[in-house]
């Protein structure tokens, strides 16, 4: 046993491709023995293949101390041009400025020799360790180790090995081999018919061409093919020309083509627009070299078995025209190193030990590499114009999604992997949108959500059939005083009831009920019940804050803030323990963690929080306050008539300030294509506020809320407990109701329970998501932390701490 304790990991990687080459200097910066099999004579053939690196291979680049070098033979691209074959302009943008800017690393093509060349050269004293000439054509499987031979006769030994060896991987051969001899026999058949193709490129390598200016990209839509060119440094073009096959071809059948036809392949392309002035004879008459090959799509459900693991293209292979193939086969062998690197230091190379150190990595790693296949193989249709869909998309709805396009690429990059057990390279530092560990396990079906929502649903129902059923027994009551014309307070106070207030007849008449509603309360005739509505209202204003705040996030466009004056406005009339699951259900819906962690989309305006005292002072807490103390029945009456409308009046004071703010940034307001996608980010640093200004407002409100209630449990009747002044004596919606007051104050009780409790799961539900991203949340924690604030400062005051804690958390982890 202790012999087995000193041994060292060994890795056999079959394959000097980028994600092999990637993963032995990861081993290298890990002190894990390895050796690299490559079946060419040289390292880096030129095969007039080019490489795209994006900002999530460039940041595992730059840990291993690749990227520098390989930054200076590259051109970042900053402009980027979509054109119908025609030479008609679709649209142009600066979404690759904005990816370097948010993300840290540039969009950079160079040829595929380079870089390989930079990974071989790197390896400084560990060159050694790759083999060129070995071309491994079977693996031994024992039960301590694998020996892998090669068609030279030699052989090697390791206890992994890694197939690095692109789409027609011996590894994954082999490895199917394996699966069989332990009876996965069915298993295996359906990996083997896993590979399709529909597609087929034309690639290569070209020197500059007249009109294609370096840092540049072209994309070309046409019905059943499409081009993709990139200008780098010195000019030097890197194109493919992608042309949809006459059908989709089995693993078993998939086209070869020869060199020699591809001069045939290409001719009715020619004259094809790669820009308005330049067709793609120009670039083809200027290849250096030029290749045709399918292109195979395939994401495999078996990465790994026993001591078998396979990266990259062998593992899942995606078409090109998303540039993430290579980006994903670095991410992927980055994550495996992470994984070896836990098994290393736990000195157990068993089979179980190795099965199970595999196993948990392609658990880990599938979802994300499945998605970008997708994505991949999804683009490649889209910019054939593969269906009517694909067709609207790309040639109609493109020029008006720059800002969503940007999103969604970084969304692509946010959630990528890392060499854990390095440090974070200072260039990642710069990004504007961090890169966030785990960020992919947050991409949920808008089914899975809606099923997240089944409590606040059920809150609506039990709330919907109280309130109804309470109302149905206060309305004979309330019709006969509104008839009357008059209410008369505990004080002997007459109120008249037909006096107009609001000087509209329709508001007077719509709203008179409501505010006839609110006398036994604000008046003090029914003591209990000023109590219980004094805090309520006052905890009210907390409430809608967050609701506005929530949609002046810099997720949503500036008109969002009529989601919550239309629900705001309808809780009104109809109760907020009605209207609040509903507006959680749907806030829940449609703005996932995913879309409000990405970047700044957290943030919201500085205008908005800076006019929120102002506003809510003048529009919320002075009616709310004038409803309970003002001096006479009459003048709380029209408090209260105020106080209604505060739905609409915080918003309209705010109005000025969100608008100075609107016109301080005319750029994110342009209808120019550029600037359209550059609204993501250029204001980032000068409009937003940070986690402080956003304590100078949940904690005060929070505070607020928490001496109101303190003031109501100790200025209610004496004698009357929490629960007399917060819950129903009956909790059965049958119970008796033998007058207008005591109807009017179980209602608002119901009001209360359902409106705040909807709130606290919402909040319940926003956690989860912090905890699925990896955030450490305490459930009983949190829950003993809510009841006890909630236990001493009441409910308000609880969601507005729960809240800020989310906040807090939601500024720690981005």
Not at 46 to 59: D, E, K, M, T
């Amino acid at each position: 046993m202790a012999k087995q304790q000193q041994k060292r990991l060994r890795v056999v990687i079959v394959g000097g491709s980028v994600a092999g080459l990637t993963l032995a200097h990861s081993l290298v910066k890990a002190g894990i023995d390895f050796v690299v099999l490559e079946s060419n004579s040289e390292i880096a053939p030129q095969v007039g293949a080019s490489i795209g690196i994006l900002p999530n291979g460039a940041r595992i680049l730059d840990q291993v101390g690749v990227w520098d070098d390989v930054y200076t033979e590259v051109e970042p691209l900053h402009t980027s041009f979509t054109w119908t074959e025609k030479g008609r302009l679709i649209t142009t943008g600066n979404i690759p400025e904005i990816l370097h800017e948010r993300h840290g690393y540039p969009t950079a093509f160079l040829d595929r020799q380079v870089l390989l060349e930079k990974l071989y050269n790197h390896l400084g004293c560990n060159q050694h360790k790759v083999h060129v000439n070995k071309k491994a054509t079977q693996v031994e499987y024992l039960s301590d180790k694998v020996i892998v031979h090669c068609h030279d006769g030699t052989s090697y030994e390791g206890d992994i090995v890694v197939g690095a060896d692109g789409v027609r991987s011996t590894i994954r051969r082999e490895m199917w081999r394996y699966m069989e001899s332990i009876s996965l026999n069915e298993e295996t058949e359906k990996e083997k018919k896993a590979m399709t193709s529909e597609y087929s490129c034309v690639f290569g390598i070209s020197t500059a061409t007249p009109g294609l200016a370096p840092g540049t990209s072209h994309r070309t839509y046409a019905d059943g093919f499409s081009f993709l060119n990139v200008i780098g440094k010195h000019g030097r073009v890197f194109w493919f020309l992608f042309i949809k096959l006459d059908r989709r071809y089995p693993a078993s059948n998939i086209p070869r083509f020869r060199k020699e036809d591809i001069q045939d392949d290409v001719a009715p392309f020619m004259e094809k627009a790669i820009t308005a002035d330049v067709p793609f004879s120009a670039i083809y008459d200027k290849a250096i070299v030029t290749t045709r090959l399918s292109l195979e799509e395939a994401s495999y459900r078996h990465w790994t078995k026993g001591r078998f693991a396979c990266i990259g293209d062998s593992a899942h292979k995606m078409t090109p025209n998303m540039g993430q193939g290579g980006n994903s086969a670095i991410e992927s062998a980055a994550l495996l190193a992470n994984y070896l690197v836990q098994l290393n230091n736990q000195k157990d190379f068993s089979q179980s030990a190795i099965e199970s150190c595999l196993q948990a990595w392609e658990t880990a790693r599938q979802p994300r590499v499945n998605a970008i296949c997708e994505g991949a193989n999804k683009l490649t249709r889209t910019e054939a114009l593969a269906s009517p869909k694909d067709r609207s998309t790309a040639l109609y709805l493109l020029p008006w999604m720059q800002r969503f396009l940007a999103d969604k690429l970084s969304r692509g990059f946010i959630g990528a992997e890392k060499l854990d057990f390095l440090p974070d390279p200072p260039q990642s530092a710069k990004a504007t949108i961090p890169f966030i560990q785990h960020y992919d396990r947050l991409s949920e079906s808008i089914w899975k959500r809606a099923l997240w929502t089944l409590p606040l649903l059920g809150c609506y129902k039990l709330g919907s059939a109280a309130m109804d059923s309470t109302l149905g027994h206060v309305l004979p009551f309330l019709r006969t005083v509104l008839e009357k014309g008059t209410w008369a307070s505990s004080a002997g106070e007459v109120v008249d009831l037909t006096r107009p207030i609001y000087h509209v007849p329709f508001l007077d008449k719509m709203l008179r009920p409501m505010i006839t509603c609110f006398l036994p309360s604000i008046t003090g005739s029914d003591a209990l019940s000023r109590a219980q509505m004094l805090s309520f209202m006052v905890d009210i204003g907390p409430v809608y804050v967050i609701w506005l705040l929530e949609s002046s996030r810099r997720a949503h466009s500036w008109a969002e803030v009529v989601f919550p004056v239309m629900f705001g406005t309808a809780f009104q009339f109809l109760g907020i323990g009605k209207i609040a699951p509903l507006y959680y259900a749907l806030d829940y819906l449609r703005a996932p963690l995913s879309k409000v962690i990405l970047g700044m989309n957290r943030s919201i305006d500085k205008s908005v929080l800076t006019s929120l005292p102002i506003a809510l002072l003048a529009g919320y807490y002075i009616p709310t306050l004038g409803c309970f103390f003002a001096s006479g029945a009459s003048t709380k009456q029209t408090y209260n008539a105020i106080w209604q409308l505060f739905p609409i009046l915080i918003p309209l004071l705010q109005a000025p300030f969100r608008l100075s703010g609107f016109f301080k940034e005319p750029s994110s307001r342009s209808h120019n294509n550029e600037s359209k996608a550059q609204t993501a980010d250029s204001t980032t640093k000068t409009q937003h506020s940070g986690i402080a200004e956003i304590r100078k407002t949940y904690i005060p409100l929070a505070v607020l809320s928490g001496l109101t209630f303190i003031y109501s449990r100790f200025t209610a009747p004496a004698g009357s407990s929490v629960l007399d002044i917060f819950f129903p004596k009956t909790m059965g919606q049958s119970a008796p109701i033998t007058s207008f007051s005591q109807g009017i104050a179980r209602f608002l009780q119901y009001d209360e329970i359902f409106g705040l409790g909807s709130g606290l799961i919402w909040l319940g539900l926003r956690f989860r998501e912090l905890r699925e991203l990896g955030v450490s949340v305490n459930w009983w924690k949190l829950l003993g932390g809510l009841i006890g604030v909630g236990f001493i400062a009441g409910p308000g005051a609880a969601f507005t701490v729960g809240w800020g804690v989310r906040e807090e958390l939601l500024y720690r982890v981005c």
